[in-house]
């Protein structure tokens, strides 16, 4: 599984990635977004506080993961959004695993890490 939580300005999100059954992120996204749709944490700006609350909410996940609790009990198929604006949280269902998924079918086509040209990652965040 992947406990998956992110923050950019006021808001965050986080999900559970393949987890008992859950959809993969390669499930939900099967494509990357272009490189120049994306926005970075510099670019951005990140507030402490937003990043936080998504933090507690990721290492409460894991702890659920790591006792096998029930799908239903975890976020996974479902995402949780932040809105630290007006502090507010909606979960909003995620698409089923896919059949055909590029990672987690029966027959992957991705098999190792891919760099996406011009995208974010850890090359482009500052130490």
Do not use: H, W
């Not at 698409?95 to 990652?121: F, H, K, N, W, Y």
């Amino acid at each position: 599984p992947l406990v998956s939580g992110s923050a950019l300005r006021l808001e965050g999100q986080l999900t559970v990635y393949n987890y008992e059954g859950g959809p993969c992120y390669r499930c939900v996204f099967p494509e990357p977004p272009p490189p120049e749709s994306v926005t970075d944490c510099s670019d951005g700006g990140v507030v402490g506080p937003v990043v936080g609350v998504i933090g507690s909410l990721q290492a409460m996940e894991v702890i659920k993961v790591a006792m096998r609790k029930p799908k239903e009990e975890v976020m996974s198929g479902r995402l949780l959004l932040y809105d630290a604006s007006c502090c507010t949280f909606r979960n909003i269902r995620l698409r089923a695993r896919r059949p055909d998924c590029a990672m987690c079918s029966e027959s992957p086509t991705i098999t190792a890490l891919q760099t996406v040209p011009g995208a974010a990652g850890p090359q482009s965040c500052p130490a």
